[in-house]
């Protein structure tokens, strides 16, 4: 993204202008320099600034004063955006709620100070170390765990991982720091801090905390058993169509809001958070800002990603092929709106009952918000990372299809446009680039495969022991042919009878 993106006489966003903005922009009411940080949100992006700072900027509208407020940090050379950004508009960015009834702006303040672990690695781990902070929150996306999706186990042999176990005080990854601020916390006889992960991972909590103490093992079993008896991770789902900010978003948030960003967010109006209520360190008084606090997570999680982020991989692909470049294009192609349709209504048997959720209308509303054309969500996000995300968004649904005796056809079907879509080409043959850290192996298999999936299947880190069952085999096959012979449009014109 171009951040010269021109923006004329619009007034440069920072706390000095706050005042001179336009009045269809609300701005914090709240005096941020009495606010203390007693969160570290590592991972700042989109998502991150679109919602869970946005729970917390609407909190300090009714608690002024706090000690809630949020230190973003990034450990990436990829952040360093994000640190140019923010800093020189004192941390403060501006959301803007996209729908067909018109945009609406805001600045948001919640985020009060920004770290680049890369610039000081010592002052990202004073921060977490730091008594003050009490709850760490995490989006660093669903690859960021160093999880093997095939065993359930902690990739122990990840370079990071290797690097970050032989130089404890100067640590690059996730665990490096968060260990070492554990191990600093524990030393003092500090409490710890909770670990709260934001990301689109069943059992997200679950799943950090198995790979935070086994790292923590390995460095140190005394540290380790420490954090399993001390350290609290919630579960958490999360839910907001947050794409990637464009040089078009910048355009238009000086256009109609006068407001010069190098760095806005935008958003759909739909915003949810459920919690599992399960802190070591205490938390803020998240219900009175919406968040909805429970025992069990795992209904709403499994609904979320079964439904929604299921939904998306099949819209990427399918989209991609057919040669759209939005969401909202997709969604007005008949028949792949329909695939989606019948996808969500495969997968529903798969669900639990989810406490105050009609399914049926949680449904027509994901369907409602894809098809939103304020939100110009484009196809490369939602095709990001696959490998990681088809085991905890299809893979799960699947298993539980098979093992019920249910309909699979449209779940094997996405696993099967996601192996035509690793082919590279479009229907057209246009080039597709493929973006995912397992993308040579990927597109290799896919390749030297063709209409044959097996190849892919093989991936046992992906598949697990999927490839063992003939019925899903026989159906991906069946696909895969037909999106070879065929294009995705024909090819779903076919299943779909029409």
């Not at 495969?346 to 669900?351: G, N």
């Amino acid at each position: 993204m171009n951040s010269n993106t021109s923006t004329g006489s619009a007034i440069k966003l920072n706390e000095a202008s706050l005042s001179r903005l336009a009045n269809n922009v609300r701005v914090p009411n709240y005096d941020r320099h009495q606010i203390t940080n007693g969160i570290v949100h590592i991972g700042v992006g989109g998502f991150h600034r679109a919602h869970q700072a946005l729970y917390l900027d609407n909190y300090f509208h009714q608690h002024p004063g706090t000690d809630w407020g949020i230190c973003g940090m990034g450990l990436l050379d990829f952040d360093k955006r994000m640190r140019d950004a923010l800093k020189a508009q004192d941390c403060l960015y501006t959301l803007v709620e996209r729908s067909p009834e018109g945009d609406r702006a805001r600045v948001i303040g919640a985020i009060t100070q920004y770290l680049f672990a890369p610039d000081n690695r010592q002052a990202a781990i004073e921060a977490l170390a730091d008594p003050k902070c009490r709850i760490v929150t995490l989006t660093i996306t669903e690859g960021g765990y160093y999880y093997i999706e095939g065993s359930g186990e902690f990739d122990a042999n990840h370079p990071t991982i290797q690097y970050d176990l032989q130089h404890p005080h100067e640590p690059i990854g996730v665990y490096g720091f968060l260990t070492a601020a554990l191990a600093r916390r524990r030393q003092q006889g500090l409490a710890p801090f909770t670990v709260l992960s934001c990301d689109n991972l069943q059992g997200n909590g679950n799943i950090a905390r198995k790979m935070l103490t086994a790292f923590a093992q390995m460095r140190d079993p005394e540290l380790g058993n420490w954090i399993t008896e001390q350290v609290a991770f919630p579960n958490c789902m999360v839910d907001r169509i947050t794409p990637a900010t464009t040089p078009a978003d910048i355009k238009m948030v000086a256009e109609q809001f006068n407001i010069d960003d190098a760095f806005p967010v935008v958003a759909e109006p739909f915003l949810q958070w459920v919690v599992e209520d399960k802190f070591c360190a205490g938390r803020p008084d998240w219900e009175a800002v919406g968040v909805q606090m429970t025992d069990d997570v795992h209904p709403y999680e499994m609904m979320k990603i079964r439904l929604l982020n299921a939904s998306h991989l099949l819209i990427g692909y399918l989209g991609t092929l057919a040669g759209y470049t939005y969401v909202h294009e997709v969604m007005a192609d008949k028949y792949i709106r329909q695939a989606v349709d019948n996808l969500m209504e495969e997968v529903t048997p798969t669900l639990q009952p989810v406490p105050g959720i009609d399914l049926d209308d949680y449904k027509k509303t994901l369907i409602e918000r894809f098809a939103n054309p304020k939100i110009r969500d484009q196809l490369p996000r939602l095709c990001l990372n696959s490998a990681a995300k088809m085991p905890k968004f299809v893979l799960g649904s699947l298993r539980d299809a098979l093992q019920q005796g249910g309909a699979l056809d449209y779940m094997s079907f996405t696993v099967a446009a996601w192996f035509r879509y690793l082919n590279g080409r479009d229907d057209r043959g246009n080039s597709i680039p493929i973006d995912d850290p397992m993308s040579g192996i990927l597109t290799e298999l896919a390749l030297s495969g063709g209409s044959d999936p097996k190849p892919l299947l093989g991936l046992t880190e992906i598949f697990g022991d999927l490839s063992q069952s003939s019925r899903f085999v026989d159906s991906v096959t069946n696909h895969l042919h037909s999106l070879y012979e065929l294009s995705a449009r024909e090819t779903l014109a076919q299943i779909l009878k029409i």
